[in-house]
C-alpha cells in the first residue's frame, strides 16, 4: 500500500469525516500555494461511526455532490484512515540496506510489531532520518492498518468516480497541514511543543507536537453533535434545523447563555482534559501554545476562552492565511470553513511531496 507516496501530480485532499465531505485542492507557484477549489458536502447521521465508513454508498454519493460544488477536474485523490484505526512504530534498521531490501525485512519482521495478521493488514514505512544514538541505523516509521479501513474509502472514491492516489493517516495529514501556521504563531515553532485540539462533530482529538513533529496523539468523543442535538431538544427543531440554526442562526434571544455559553465551558473542560493526559504522560513537558482546529473551533471567543482558563495562548487555525485564491473560491465560505479544513489540507499538500 502506497502512504507516503510521492508523487508529483495533484491530488484532491478529501477529508472523511463524521458530519462532512471536506475537499480541497491546491496549486503552487515559487513557494506560494494557491486554492484552486474546495467544498464542503454535509452527510447524515451514521454514515460515518466512530471513524468507520457504515455506508460507502452515501459517501460516494456526498463526494459527488462535493465534486460538483468545487467544479475540480482532477481525478487522483489523497485519503486518511483515523489514527485510532493505525498502529505506528518508530525502528531502527541498518543504514546500509537499499529500499527494496528494507521492505523485505520489514515483511519478515511486521508480525513482531503488528497486532494482527499480516494478510488482515496494508503497511508502509517511511525512512525518518539517521537514528540519533547511532549514525549506522537510521529511524524508519511503519504504519499499519487493518485493510477495510482502507478499502472502504478507496472504494467511497472510485464509486465517485476518483482513484485514490495515497491513503495517508489523519495525524500527518495535520502535522503536513500544521506547516502552514507557523506565520499565524508568534514564535518559531522550532524546540516549541504546541498542541492541536481539533474539535469536529463526534470527536476531539488532541494531536501535540514538538519541533513541528507529532509526539502524542488522543482521540475523545466529545463533538458540535452534542451542541446540535441540546438545540434540537431545547427548541423543539429536526436534527437538520438544528444543525442549519447552529450555522446560521435565528435561534431565540436565550440561546447564548443558556445553551452556547455552557457548551463552550465544557469544549475549554474536555481540551484541559486532554492537556493533563499529555503533561502527565510525558516528561514534565509543558504547552508553549493551543491551535484549535475543526469545526467547532470556529464559535466566536472560544480562543479568548482557552487562553482565560488555561493560561496558555490559543490561535484558531487559517491553513490559507497567505494562499492565493482561484475565481471559483469564495473567501468568505472558505475563511469560515477554514479551521474544520486542516486535515483536507494536509492531504491536498501531498500534490507536492
Not at 13 to 28: C, M, V, W
Not at 211 to 217: A, L, M, Q
Not at 295 to 319: H, R
Request: hydrophobic residues 45%; charged residues 20%; aromatic residues 6%.
Amino acid at each position: 500500500m502506497n502512504w507516503f507516496n510521492r508523487g508529483q501530480s495533484v491530488v484532491l485532499g478529501i477529508d472523511i469525516s463524521t458530519a462532512a465531505i471536506k475537499l480541497l485542492e491546491l496549486s503552487r507557484s515559487g513557494s506560494r500555494y494557491r486554492v484552486e477549489s474546495y467544498a464542503v458536502s454535509p452527510l447524515p447521521q451514521d454514515a460515518v461511526v466512530d471513524k468507520n465508513i457504515a455506508n460507502i454508498d452515501v459517501i460516494a454519493h456526498a463526494i459527488k455532490a462535493a465534486l460538483k460544488q468545487s467544479g475540480t477536474k482532477t481525478k487522483q485523490a489523497c485519503v486518511a484512515v483515523a489514527g485510532s484505526s493505525v498502529m505506528t512504530k518508530v525502528i531502527s534498521m541498518p543504514a546500509s540496506l537499499a529500499e527494496d531490501e528494507m521492505e523485505e525485512q520489514i515483511l519478515v519482521e511486521a508480525d513482531q510489531y503488528v497486532p494482527y495478521s499480516l494478510d488482515e493488514v496494508n503497511l508502509d514505512f517511511e525512512v525518518q532520518g539517521v537514528a540519533e544514538n547511532n549514525p549506522e541505523m537510521v529511524d524508519v516509521l511503519l504504519a499499519a492498518s487493518r485493510q477495510e479501513n482502507v478499502e472502504d474509502r478507496v472504494e467511497a472514491l472510485e464509486r465517485a468516480g476518483l482513484k485514490a492516489k495515497i491513503v495517508d493517516v489523519e495525524a500527518f495529514a495535520m502535522e503536513n497541514a500544521f506547516s502552514l501556521l507557523a506565520d499565524q504563531l508568534p514564535d518559531a515553532i522550532d524546540n516549541q511543543t504546541i498542541a492541536i485540539a481539533d474539535i469536529g462533530a463526534t470527536m476531539s482529538t488532541l494531536n501535540v507536537l514538538h519541533s513541528g513533529r507529532t509526539v502524542y496523539t488522543r482521540e475523545q468523543g466529545f463533538g458540535g453533535k452534542q451542541l446540535t442535538e441540546e438545540i434540537q431538544r431545547r427548541y423543539g427543531l429536526s436534527y437538520e434545523e438544528a444543525g442549519l440554526a447552529k450555522r446560521h442562526g435565528g435561534l431565540p434571544d436565550n440561546y447564548v447563555a443558556d445553551v452556547l455559553d455552557p457548551f463552550k465551558k465544557a469544549m475549554v473542560q474536555q481540551i484541559a482534559r486532554s492537556l493533563q493526559f499529555f503533561v502527565s504522560s510525558s516528561a514534565n513537558r509543558g504547552i508553549d501554545s493551543i491551535v484549535l482546529a475543526g469545526g467547532c473551533s470556529s464559535i466566536a471567543g472560544l480562543e479568548k476562552l482557552v487562553e482565560q482558563n488555561l493560561g496558555i495562548p490559543a490561535y484558531v487555525a487559517n491553513p490559507f492565511i497567505n494562499m492565493a485564491l482561484s475565481n471559483k473560491v469564495k473567501p468568505q465560505s472558505l475563511s469560515n470553513d477554514a479551521p474544520a479544513m486542516m486535515i483536507a489540507c494536509g492531504l491536498a499538500l501531498r500534490s507536492f511531496d
